[in-house]
């Protein structure tokens, strides 16, 4: 017999643990059987996933810190690959699914999985966690419930509505949830048929279970320590009983049950070695810090994880948290010159550590140098900047973003040569074609192409700013503009013009279609 489930909007939202303020009264909903093929196919669950997406990328709470985003996906890479070695990823999502994971700038102990592949981290989750085994437990039980397409067995059969009516109405009880206003979710529901119940929020057990077992795999085969998911399990537990304030919703969505926690204990305890955890120790102590500090909101926050101190029986790793966070506090107070002290005594400590491991030592050193790099931009050294991140390894991303920025502020200040800031900017060309979707790479390469003097280049890169923010018109809008330039005479770069006519045409394409599908919903 088939029973009601929850309308996509509350199944897409699994795990996001938007609080419901107030009740919403119940409507009619289709029903569905629990067979995968009953619910969305896999290419419709990614354009569902990108929709979402689209909207998220432009909402204030999104964050893209290129540093703690760069750790985040080095915990994510490994659990995706042990997924794929252990057959979790299926030939059939592998392609499909996006496989991305985003921060969210939003101090609640949270994690989420959207449809498609997408799964949000909270910055207070990255605070709250002590080692990089907890946290990377919490994102290989939300890529389990991905791999095992928990959301499209919870989605319902989308009979009258286009995917785009579905995403348009997730998103408004999203933001009527988090505005707690009852009556504009319920004006959200009444037109499309549908209402969210909250209990139909929470994965069901059999879900977390199964996602809890999976993970458990894929996790231990990715080489962390497997106590990491007990720990996790067991503190988030504690923290919520003794801290009843709403902070932890992912406890709402995730219900974290005595036998979970147990049947986790029971894993631990059947490995006949278990790892230590002591990998990735300062690393995860900088990245923990600096969540800390970016979710501090209003001056008396900062000032206080400015003047933060660690206990006298603090380990090295937590001092050496604490003095970062002196430091990037001191930075978005807008106190550069108070940073340095902090930055010397962080780089003295790990001089000087016990622990003495040649990867952890750079990892963590190289942290600390980007952050000495953004510090010394601020002081009106540029070029030293520059200096400091050309010694450093240039293969991540935040590197690369770091050193564009230090390359912008010296040209502006006229301090390098031409050679100099071409190279930044050959550089985020070379990395944008690869990933178009990276917005801020496409504005600091618009930046300085129009420091260069290549206004077309400049232009087209900040439409696909905006493009990669979902922002088709706007986009659409800067290549038109290009366009004018090169009627008027302003530029002779007839292979970047002609770049920008194809891309038009491409843009110009989507957003109709786009409008298609809308009107089609009556939206």
């Known amino acids: 017999m088939k029973k009601p489930l929850v309308h996509l909007v509350a199944a897409a939202l699994i795990g996001a643990g938007w609080p419901a303020h107030a009740p919403l009264a119940q409507v009619r909903l289709p029903t569905l059987g629990d067979a ?34 760069d750790y985040v996906q080095s915990l994510w890479q490994p659990l995706a690959a042990a997924a794929r070695s252990r057959g979790d990823i299926g030939v059939d999502i592998d392609t499909a699914f996006a496989w991305e994971v985003f921060l969210v700038g939003d101090r609640s102990v949270n994690a989420f999985a959207l449809p498609g592949g997408f799964v949000g981290v909270h910055l207070g989750l990255i605070a709250m966690t002590h080692t990089r085994d907890e946290l990377a437990s919490v994102l290989a039980h939300e890529l389990s419930h ?70 458990w795999g894929l996790f231990v085969d990715a080489g962390y320590a ?29 219900p974290l049950t005595i036998e979970r926690i147990g049947e986790a204990r029971t894993r631990l305890e059947s490995l006949t070695t278990v790892r230590p955890a002591t990998t990735g120790v300062f690393e995860h102590a900088l990245m923990q810090a600096r969540a800390r500090v970016l979710m501090a909101t ?69 942290a600390i140098a980007l952050l000495d790099a953004e510090v010394r931009v601020a002081r009106g050294d540029a070029a030293g900047a520059l200096a400091l991140l050309d010694a450093e390894p240039q293969a991540a991303r935040a590197w690369l973003l770091q050193r564009a920025q230090a390359a912008l502020a010296a040209a502006r200040a006229g301090a390098p040569t031409a050679a ?81 006519d194809a891309r038009l045409r491409d843009l110009q394409a989507e957003h109709r279609a786009r409008m298609a599908e809308m009107r089609g919903n009556g939206g």
Do not use: C
């Open 420 to 500: 100099t800031l071409r190279r930044s900017v050959e550089a985020l060309q070379a990395w944008t074609a690869e990933r178009r979707g990276d917005a801020l790479a496409w504005s600091l390469l618009s930046q300085g192409a129009a420091l260069l003097g290549q206004p077309l280049r400049a232009v087209r890169a900040e439409a696909e700013a905006r493009a990669a923010l979902g922002d088709l018109p706007g986009a659409i809008d800067r290549l038109r503009a290009g366009q004018r330039l090169a009627r008027e005479g302003a530029t002779s770069d007839f292979v970047e013009l002609s770049v920008i």
């Open 298 to 366: 209003g001056v008396q926050a900062l000032r206080r994880a400015q003047q933060a101190s660690a206990a006298p029986d603090a380990s090295p790793a937590q001092r050496l948290g604490a003095l970062y966070g002196n430091a990037l506090a001191s930075l978005r107070l807008g106190e550069a010159d108070a940073a340095v002290p902090a930055l010397a005594d962080a780089r003295a400590l790990l001089r000087h550590s016990p622990l003495r491991d040649a990867q952890e030592d750079r990892r963590a050193a190289h």
């Open 146 to 215: 991905v791999t095992q397409r928990h959301i499209a067995r919870r989605i319902a059969s989308a009979q009258r509505q286009s995917l785009v009516g579905l995403a348009a109405m997730m998103l408004g009880l999203l933001a009527a949830s988090r505005a707690g206003s009852a009556d504009a979710a319920q004006a959200a529901v009444v037109g499309s048929q549908a209402a969210l119940i909250q209990g139909q929020l929470n994965y069901s057990r059999d879900m977390e279970r199964e996602a809890d077992r999976i993970g």
């Open 226 to 254: 497997p106590q990491g998911m007990a720990f996790m399990f067991e503190r988030m537990a504690q923290s919520a009983r003794l801290v009843d304030d709403n902070s932890f919703p992912y406890l709402r969505t995730h």
């Open 36 to 69: 995968v093929s009953e619910d969305l196919s896999v290419s419709d669950e990614r354009r569902l996933g990108e929709q979402i997406m689209r909207e998220v990328r432009r909402d204030a709470s999104y964050l893209d810190d290129p540093l703690l985003l």
